[in-house]
């Protein structure tokens, strides 16, 4: 993958695509209209910059707020924070995704939790260096996988859903306050029979990897 690339949000699936010389900077968003395709089609691309990206700069003094707010266009959701509570338990403060931006029943989730200074955990981690605890990412990514499992064809969405294990964890890089996690979840295994469910997790911050590793939940209809 080259220094830079379009990472394409489509309704149930997600490719990449090589970005074009010239395009706007790498916070900014476009719609396309599939052709051929109903709404259904639509998709949001976000430039995706990595490790060294000469984007990935502070913005020129003086450039207006209103310059700023036009090239930090969140990605559109697909589930929002209410729908997310419908299908999760958690709640305050430990309900840990904010909006879900790609969704494939029965397969993955990606997800958005925005970091912020006024959450609890960073008044002891740590007083003089805020860091999101790893145990806390690891958790936010098991509840996106939560909302793979709590709905069809998984479960009916009346199941209960427990943390079973996870294994092969690694943290790639600190997250902080005012940063934007995004998690990616994938089911690899389904034995309903004895309701377990594997998956594979991914988080990145700004492109770039955070945390990895595998998970393993029990889910009870």
């Known amino acids: 993958m080259s220094a830079q690339a379009f990472l394409t949000v489509v309704v149930g699936s997600w490719r990449e695509e090589p970005l074009l010389h010239g395009t706007r900077s790498s916070r900014q968003l476009r719609r396309v209209n599939t052709p ?4 259904r ?18 913005a020129p003094l003086g450039t207006t707020a209103k310059k700023l707010s036009s090239a930090t266009t969140p990605l559109a959701a697909v589930l929002d924070i209410d729908q997310v509570m419908k299908i999760l338990p958690h709640r305050f ?20 939790k925005n970091v912020t200074m006024n959450e609890p955990q960073f008044t ?4 003089d260096r805020p860091i999101m605890p790893g145990v806390l990412m690891v958790e936010a990514m098991a509840q996106v996988g939560g909302i793979v499992a709590l709905q069809p064809p998984v479960t009916e969405g009346s199941s209960e859903f427990f943390f079973a294990g ?7 890089k600190p997250v902080l306050p005012g940063d934007t996690l995004v998690m990616e979840m994938e089911l690899t295994s389904l034995k309903k029979k004895f309701g377990i469910v594997k998956m594979e997790g991914k988080a990145f911050v700004d492109g770039q990897l955070a945390v990895e590793g595998s998970f393993l939940f029990s889910v009870r209809v």
């Open 166 to 172: 996870v294994d092969g964890v690694r943290f790639r």
């Open 41 to 58: 089609g639509t998709v949001l691309c976000a430039e995706v910059p990595e490790h060294g990206d000469k984007d990935n700069q502070p």
């Open 93 to 112: 403060p430990f309900l840990l995704v904010d909006k879900v931006i790609a969704f494939e029943p029965g397969k993955r989730a990606v997800a958005v």
């Open 36 to 39: 051929g395709h109903s709404r």
């Open 124 to 127: 002891g981690h740590f007083p």
